[in-house]
């Protein structure tokens, strides 16, 4: 008869092989001789399959001058990621018949609205359009305040007041072509808070980390010193820490939170669950899960790999859905996250240095998933 702390033990050893069989020792150095090629101070991975958390691991340091190695529990900045969680927040509100998708985004908006750069011209996006990338708003990232400096609020970032980007308006007519907009997002971050009379953050919490079970992720541009103590600080190309440790992200729907792979692939899981099966616990209805997977159709017959704060893997044969898919890239953080439309197996890249090229090392994760 085997004793109970014996067959715990057991078990805690079966967990341990399991959540490291996904990358090998040969995948590890390679990664870390990668990392170091790339001049990539610090990295973290998280892979699922089947629903199941089975590796998760840091790489390199969180500062390059403190030398303060990476863990499994830093924290990074999640860059445009954060558009699949707005895209999942602006779902929960259609399923509370709070918005309408196919509703210009003006009806919700109170004391700002989004004005097209001819003034000739009157377009009005819809929400769909907006969370599509095919609203024709302009600014396609955020350059970010530095920690060390106040960032502006939220009708001046849409106003153009702050000197890095212009006023957020629409210069382009409404699905005529795919045009990235992270100053569409913004424009949804401030309709939300419309909307419901409630903080971007506190609605995220409630409707999408919390129902996650994401504890330690959260969308801050005045991070406290809890919080300070556990992020791995940005980098420039080159590998130098940035001067302030990292950059201020206001425009939280666009690129404001801040994660880590591990708490990631628990909003990657409800997804997937969401996708794949009919429990009402879900975190998106079978409706809501439906739009997720829609493609826009533009005015030419054109269809995007873009869907609802998602990107999309096309199958060349079929045409079909394989993987939802987004890359995040912050002054002094990039990142990638991908989980298959069928359930198998999702997983996160993040990093600590402006514009990592992680093409690399996401191609040896998928050869180790499909190996496996």
């Known amino acids: ?48 399959k089947n629903s199941e958390l089975v590796y998760s691991k840091g790489f390199g340091v969180k ?38 998708l196919d509703t210009p985004v003006n009806t919700y908006l109170k004391d700002w609205k989004l004005e097209s750069k001819n003034k000739g011209s009157i377009y009005e996006p819809t929400v769909y359009q907006l969370l599509t990338h095919t609203g024709g708003t302009n600014i396609h990232g ?28 629409v210069k382009n007519k409404p ?41 330690s992720s959260f969308y801050s541009v005045n991070l406290n010193e809890s919080q300070l103590s556990q992020i791995a600080i940005g980098h420039k190309k080159n590998g130098a820490p940035l001067e302030s440790d990292y950059f201020q992200y206001p425009q939280y729907a666009a690129g404001g939170l801040w994660s880590t792979p591990t708490e990631l692939t628990k909003f990657l899981i409800a997804v997937q669950k969401s996708i ?31 869907g609802l704060g998602f990107g999309f893997k096309i199958d060349s044969t079929t045409n079909e859905i394989i993987s939802l898919r987004h890359s995040g890239a912050n002054v002094g953080y990039s990142c990638f996250m991908e989980a298959s439309r069928d359930g198998k197996y999702a997983y996160i890249i993040m990093s600590n240095r402006d514009f990592a090229k992680l093409s690399g090392i996401r191609q040896r994760i998928l050869n180790r998933i499909k190996n496996n």
């Not at 424009?187 to 994401?214: S, Y």
């Not at 616990?281 to 269809?303: C, V, Y």
């Open 175 to 215: 699905n005529t072509e795919f045009d990235y907009s992270g100053g569409g997002y913004v424009v949804l971050q401030k309709a939300l808070i419309d909307i419901n009379n409630k903080g971007f953050t506190e609605q995220m919490n409630e409707e999408i980390l919390q129902p996650c079970g994401m504890i």
């Open 63 to 100: 500062n390059s001058t403190t030398k303060e190695k990476v863990t499994n529990k830093t924290i990074f900045q999640a860059a445009s990621l954060s558009k699949s969680l707005t895209g999942a927040l602006i779902l929960k509100n259609v399923e509370q018949q709070k918005i309408d």
């Open 1 to 48: 008869m085997i004793r109970k702390s014996s067959f715990t033990l057991l078990l805690l050893l079966l967990f341990s092989f399991s959540a490291r069989a996904q990358l090998i020792a040969e995948d590890e150095e390679f990664i870390a001789e990668y990392i170091i090629q790339n001049k990539i101070p610090g990295l973290s991975i998280a892979i699922v």
């Open 276 to 306: 794949n099966s009919d429990n009402t616990e879900n975190l998106l209805s079978k409706e809501s899960a439906k739009r997720l997977l829609e493609r826009p159709i533009l005015e030419n017959g054109e269809k995007p790999t873009y």
């Open 142 to 169: 955020f350059r970010g305040y530095k920690s060390t400096k106040t960032p502006p609020e939220l009708l001046s970032i849409l106003n153009g007041e702050v000197f890095l980007e212009p006023k957020i308006v």
